[in-house]
């Protein structure tokens, strides 16, 4: 799982460079492959590990407090003191800043705050299933659960916007971190099934997903029914193939320290975000073409080593290892 969430993290990487470094990105095929896949992956992986025996309050609200720390002090903390106050953004108002970040949480680290209103979400799902015996009786509490959550965002939604909160992140993200949770949940099963049952599946995930991204934009479709349907077809078929092949190359991706690579996912992710802007304004050129590959390029390298620094730098010290990335050790 660690070389999967490496793998992910470096196609993340590349996704955002492509964004910022050549001007066809949102027409590139490569950009669609990677961004049908990778933050699908990152919800599935996430919920995967949200999966857990809680049988009590109490230790239900320590979870509670690690997503606080893991999360949610990441999201408010490069926001408010690198977006706002280092970097100038909002004219360095940090009410005003807060403000427009609950409006759209995408001016920010989105995706942490999804996993965390998620793992929330999840947290208690985790203790109703503990609550309840029989396979039955638990998957039938635990829908009964996610569908109230869905249902107060639907009308939270209804009365402010659909944006407020990432609302329309949670809703269609929660569907890869619930599946990723069930996954887990119903892991003792998936191991009996034989390799054939897992070649076939991946036979026809690999047809679906190709079909799919070679045909249809899925940056620029509309977010609508059909929209969200083909994206989460994408993503789920997208991600199994990339697990098979993962799990085929562990030898080969544990040489090149993938999975080393996959156990600093959290920091890699919050630290390059605000590093892969370098060549924004000279990204005039396609990916395949010279100017544009060698712009990918030198944007790339210079990412990879900032990135680097930076979160050498801040986990030297306890307290910006803390705020920036959740962490206590």
């Known amino acids: 799982m660690d070389c999967y969430k490496g793998v992910l993290i470096v196609l993340v990487v590349l996704g955002h460079i492509f964004e910022y470094s050549v001007s066809d990105w949102n027409h590139n095929i490569l950009e669609n492959l990677i961004w049908a896949v990778q933050m ?101 509490t635990v829908a009964v659960t996610v569908g109230v959550s869905y249902g107060v ?10 944006n407020f909160l990432g609302i329309k992140f949670i809703l269609y993200y929660g569907l890869f971190y619930g599946l990723g949770w069930f996954i887990r949940w119903t892991q003792s099963f998936w191991e009996k099934q034989k390799t054939v049952f897992y070649d076939t599946v991946a036979f026809i995930c690999i047809c679906i997903f190709a079909a799919i991204t070679f045909n249809v934009n899925l940056y620029l479709i509309d977010d609508n029914i059909a929209g969200i349907m083909l994206r989460f077809i994408a993503g789920t078929t997208g991600n199994y193939v990339l697990y098979y092949v993962v799990k ?4 080969q991706l544990q040489k090149i320290k993938m999975d080393w690579i996959g156990m600093y996912t959290l920091e890699i992710y919050v630290t390059h975000m605000y590093t892969n802007h370098l060549f924004a304004e000279v990204a005039n050129d396609a990916f395949f073409t010279i100017l544009g590959f060698s712009t990918f390029t030198v944007s790339l390298i210079c990412t990879v080593v900032l990135t680097g620094i930076v979160i050498v730098v801040l986990k030297s010290i306890p307290a910006t290892n803390y705020l920036f990335y959740g962490k206590r050790k």
């Open 153 to 162: 965002l639907l009308i939270l939604a209804k009365l402010t916007s659909i």
């Open 248 to 251: 085929k190359l562990i030898p």
């Open 40 to 140: 699908p992956g990152f919800m599935l992986v996430s919920g995967y590990f949200s999966f857990r025996d809680v049988k009590n309050a109490e230790k239900l609200l320590v979870g509670y407090r690690k997503s606080v720390e893991r999360y949610l002090l990441p999201f408010l903390t490069w926001f408010v003191l690198i977006s706002v106050l280092l970097l100038g953004n909002y004219e360095h108002d940090v009410l005003t800043a807060l403000i427009s970040l609950a409006w759209r949480v995408d001016g920010g680290l989105w995706f942490i705050w999804v996993v965390f209103v998620l793992s929330l979400v999840m947290g208690l799902c985790n203790l109703i299933r503990g609550k309840v015996n029989g396979f039955v009786k638990q998957f039938m």
